[in-house]
């Protein structure tokens, strides 16, 4: 292999530049190049349309969730739902129930990375979401899917999980600017 002094000498200021032409009909065909990309498992949730990069930049937290809005009374109200006879005549106000219906939404799932977090509504959820009681920059409870990172995205939920949690809550996920993250 030629040093890299040599290959300098060679080219000349002197010479013109060839331009690149267009293939004649009998030049070989360019071959198609293959670029990798991020593939991921078709049973998969599609989140889309993602948050814009704008409402990315943002975020006061600087962090976005998929997930469903929880009313005050949703997680309480859900797990009621899903055990009638179990929790007949229970208050929907009793802090226990919370706990269960989170535990509950984990097992069903088999996802244990779900978790309810506090989140600023924005106009586009509002939109999407009409019950949405609260003013547009008010803090609301999220059941958060799942966070907008590459690693979170690419080991999302799936959608028939997706569709059986909108079946509880009878909302559609969106995608949610975190206020403060809890525990649960």
Not at 20 to 47: C, F, H, I, K, W
Not at 125 to 139: A, F, H, M, R
Request: with cysteine; aromatic share 10%.
């Amino acid at each position: 292999m030629p040093s890299i002094t040599a290959r300098m000498q060679g080219l000349s200021l002197e010479e013109s530049p060839t331009v690149a032409t267009t293939p004649q009909p009998g030049d070989a065909r360019p071959v198609r190049r293959s670029y990798s990309r991020l593939n991921s498992n078709p049973t998969r949730v599609n989140p889309r349309p993602l948050p814009t990069a704008q409402e990315c930049r943002t975020a006061r937290k600087g962090c976005m969730y998929y997930g469903f809005y929880a009313d005050e009374l949703a997680l309480p109200k859900m797990i009621i739902k899903c055990f009638p006879e179990e929790l007949e005549g229970r208050d929907p106000c009793d802090p226990n129930l919370y706990l269960a219906a989170v535990e509950f939404i984990r097992d069903v799932t088999n996802r244990h990375d779900i978790a309810i977090h506090i989140a600023w509504v924005a106009q586009r959820n509002k939109d999407q979401i009409p019950s949405i009681g609260l003013k547009v920059g008010g803090c609301a409870f999220i059941v958060g899917l799942f966070p907008l990172e590459r690693e979170a995205y690419m080991n999302r939920i799936t959608q028939e999980n997706v569709d059986m949690l909108a079946e509880f809550f009878g909302t559609k996920p969106s995608w949610w600017e975190i206020a403060e993250f809890t525990s649960l």
